[in-house]
């Protein structure tokens, strides 16, 4: 049995998995919220991470009905790009700044400007990675300007998923995947890049954790977080990662020609790459490292399910009459085009975008194509992302969708016709957690295994490595319906902020 944690935003999910029937026995979910007293702050206690994974495996322990001695290892999936700060005396300095801080702006704007002038190239010459306000760079910068003494105190610098893993074992340890996302991390040579760590402070190198790969543990269940946990000491904590790279795991895209594309509040989606792309003039994507060896090239969006629920909401549709309405519309919404920019925009990066409906006529102005404009306004961007992709050179299979939009079939079978890629909805949603534990399971297994590592597609279950029985294969009348009208979308854009 294997344990995978994933530590979100909005709650923990904690998910026990039994390798030997590939099964998910047991899931709980438990919530915690955010500190947000100022405009741009939004923050958390890592504290409020440790109580709802605590009560997670509770949870699932007695659900599943087993000796906790059945665990033979632990997984963490974390948010990405959060800043934990603990002192010389391993205590807490100041609640997590998360990856959606926003306050960070001018800090990050100030320092990429100075970068530049001062090396005569920007960030991601360094980095291989274009540097946006939600990464953890940004949040360092705003402490060192606005929390000084507390900057004077930092003695070690956690991601959410590396402290979570330091509680655990006691081990001080970075691994690749989730470290691409600090905006200090050379993603072509996995190192932590000088150039950028001097920039901001000489001290700081030597604060920074050791950097693990993928396959190697963490470390070990300490004495102590195992009396709190009631688990077994000295069992097995893999290196973990950020959300993403546990959900590229957890739905089996650790190889080329697989796309993940996540439908949450907000959107991305992902790949496997080989090697390090080059992003110089696709300033979009993360080239982030992944947590199974490789490189995860990402494009994100903001709202999407938020969005889509906010449409919902005003029209009074409920949740199970979602499926109906939307198909009661036609391709193209009778000739509605809607930019849901409700929070601004990340593809394109508009932070200050707001939200616009086009074309209404008194013939289109119905239930049904203002929810199925949201849809495929959703949808043709997140397509945009795949484009996007195939210009670098990448290609596809199939997208295997997540998230709480993957649960609509209808939404899936319009993502097939407007991408022309097969869809698949992975029989476990949880992707995040299950790749945890499935990194938990490759981690055990080469502790226990002589000679060379084995590669993680070798112990991947049966129903991530084979096509399953859901296939959702795009329609070539709707596909050809949908190319003028996703050109038109685009060509047709705002360009106010």
Known sequence: MYLGIDCGTQ????????????QVVAASYHTYGLISDRPGQKEQHPAAWLDAIKSGIQ????????????IAAIGISGQQHGLVLLDEHDNLIRPAKLWCDTETVPELTAFLARFNAERGAPVHHFTGIHIPVAFTLAKLLWVQAHEPESYRRI???FLPHEYLNYWLTGHYCAEYGDASGTGWFDTFNRRWSKEVVDAIDPALLAKLPPLIEAHQPAGFLSASSAA?????????????????MMSAIGTGNIEPGILT???????????????????????????????????????????VTNAINAFREVMDIPLAEFEHYLNSSEPGAGGLLCYPWLNGARLPNRPNATASLMGMTTGNFNKANLLRSAVEGVTFKLCKG??????????????????????????????????????????????????????????????????DPVALKDIMPASLREVGRDVISPRPQQREIYRPLYARYHDNMPLAT
Do not use: Y
Not at 228 to 244: M, Y
Not at 286 to 300: D, H, K, Q, R, T
């Open 261 to 303: 594309m996540s439908l949450g509040t907000s959107g991305t989606l992902f790949t496997h790459a080989p090697q390090q792309i080059e992003t110089q003039p696709h300033p979009d994507i993360n080239a982030f490292c992944s947590s199974s060896g490789g490189w995860l090239p990402l494009v994100s969006t903001m709202n």
């Open 11 to 22: 709650g923990a999910k904690v998910l026990l998995w039994n390798a030997r029937t590939e």
């Open 228 to 244: 709190i946990l009631g688990l077994p000491q000295g069992i097995p904590v893999s290196s973990g990662g950020g959300d993403n």
């Open 59 to 70: 949870t699932v322990i007695s659900h599943a009905a087993i000796s906790p001695t059945e």
């Open 155 to 157: 003695a070690k610098l």
């Open 386 to 451: 795949i484009e996007i992709f195939q210009q670098c050179g990448l290609h596809f299979d199939q997208v295997r969708v997540i998230g709480g939009g993957a649960n609509s079939r209808a939404w899936c079978q319009l993502i097939a016709d407007i991408s022309g890629i097969e869809v698949i909805r992975p029989a476990v949603s949880d992707a995040g957690a299950l790749g945890a534990a499935l990194q938990a399971r490759w981690c055990a297994h080469n502790l226990q295994a002589d000679g």
